[in-house]
């Protein structure tokens, strides 16, 4: 149903849901008329053959049709386990990926930490400078609140799409060609933000109210370039810009412009070097970043970002309370435990490995019950063999290690195309791995070991069926 699909990928209520789309629908009932009526017509043909009637009538024992049949279906069984072998491999990559991700440090502490949106009341004639006054007036009135440890606000809030790139060039050396200018993501930052979220400072120092404030400042362009223009900044940067653009070197004190050439931006003296923290996710790579402080730059939106000693539940009230006391007309939606954020980055590769595992499952089910099939097809066939067997005094275990041995072999075979197959084919989702390579040992160790298992298993059934044939029947079999 489409509640238990959901339930199995909750992140589609936020793509717009699952639902039933009439060009797949239509698809999926031909393909499937096409499939019964393609292997429907096979046995048909083969039954109106001459030679078939002839065996029909002969009894249908160890006829030339009945080898053929026998032999399509060990190849379907090959198939059926190469494809499940396939398709595990595929699914334990991805797993194993996503273990990989979810061992990687951040870059920052996320336990006991709540984040909330605030949007200060989008107006026209909107005095940009109130809305830094906003989030300095509450952090500091969430700091006092019992429990509370540390609370800072961001713009640009790690793992929610902070896609805020700006270009910018060192004041001390010759301004770059255009199309050479270094980028950096940006983000406008108060000084509790990075005690806040457990961003270490490495050197230097951070935001102190001596570095300045915004005056009044209107929301239109023009006052907003001739604001940029007019001032010098701040900024902290992170340890991956230090390292890029001045290796060997420390770039406390020193300076670059923030923007193109033709914006005339400000020039940026650089406080303080703090840790890397991921920005897209935990299977993503370090940006370099730098951090103006929200005193000076303009906040059109921020995150609230606290940090408690105790259970973070309860803090939701607190935070749209105090919110409230300074802009009734600000709006904080959705606060959520940073944990819970960091969760949803990584939504669409537990999706994947959700998909091929439950591909892999049935596919995995198919080839067990193909082999069983075929097994019990060929204990039938060979009953009056077996029979003859145990009349001449060989004992029920070998019987069964001659059913199990047959068995092992279809599978063994299946998992070796499997494999190679596997390894030919993982190209197609080298794009999705992380922390391992297409040819992984282990998880193709584990998928092959489970294979053979579980085939074995399915094997076993027939034979002790087998082992079991009265040899007294089994010679008036004929």
Sequence with gaps: SLAGLQRIFPAAENLGGIGIDARVLAFSVLATAVTALLFGLAPAAQLTRPNTVDAIK??????????????????????????????????????????????????????????????PPDRKDADLSQNSRLLRDVTERLGGVSGVQAVGAIDALPFSNPDTWGNFYRDDRPIPEPGQLPNAMKAAATPGYFRAMGIPLLRGRLFTAADGRMPPLKRDIPSLLAYVRSIDLVAVINETMARRFWPGEDPIGKFFRWGPPSL??????????????????????????????????????????????????????????????????????????????????????????????????????????????????????????????????????????????????????????????????????SSMLYGITTTDVPTYT?????????????????????????????????
């Design 264 to 429: 005339k931006g400000p020039r940026v003296k650089i406080l303080g070097i703090v840790g890397d923290a991921r920005q897209f996710g935990l299977d993503r790579p370090v940006e370099p970043q730098y951090f103006f402080s929200a005193d000076q730059f303009p906040v059109f939106g921020a995150r609230l970002v606290v940090r408690t000693a105790e259970d973070v539940s309860g803090l939701a009230a607190t935070i749209r309370g105090v919110v409230a006391e300074y802009e009734p007309d600000a709006v904080v939606t959705n606060v959520e435990p940073m944990e819970t954020v960091i969760g949803r980055s990584l939504t669409s590769r537990r999706n994947n490995v959700t998909l091929l595992g439950l591909f892999s499952g049935v596919a995995l089910l198919l080839a067990a019950l193909g082999l069983y099939a075929t097994m019990a097809y060929t204990v039938a066939q060979r009953t009056h063999e077996i029979g003859v067997r145990l009349a001449l005094g060989a004992a029920a275990a070998d019987v069964r290690t001659m059913v199990v041995r047959e068995g092992a072999m279809l599978a063994g075979a299946g998992v070796v195309i499997g494999l190679v197959a596997a390894l030919a084919g993982a190209r197609v989702v």
């Design 446 to 478: 584990g998928s092959a070991v489970l294979l053979v298992l579980v085939m074995l298993v399915a094997s076993y059934l027939p034979a002790w069926r087998a082992s079991r044939v009265d040899p007294m029947i089994a010679l008036r079999f004929e």
């Design 58 to 119: 002969a009894g249908g024992r160890g006829s030339r049709g009945s080898a053929v049949r026998l032999h399509t279906r060990k190849l379907l069984v090959v198939g059926q386990v190469a494809l499940a072998v396939v398709l595990s491999i595929g699914a334990g990559l991805l797993m194993r990926s996503l273990l990989a991700a979810l061992q990687t440090n951040p870059g920052f502490r996320p336990e006991r930490v709540v984040v909330a949106p605030i949007l």
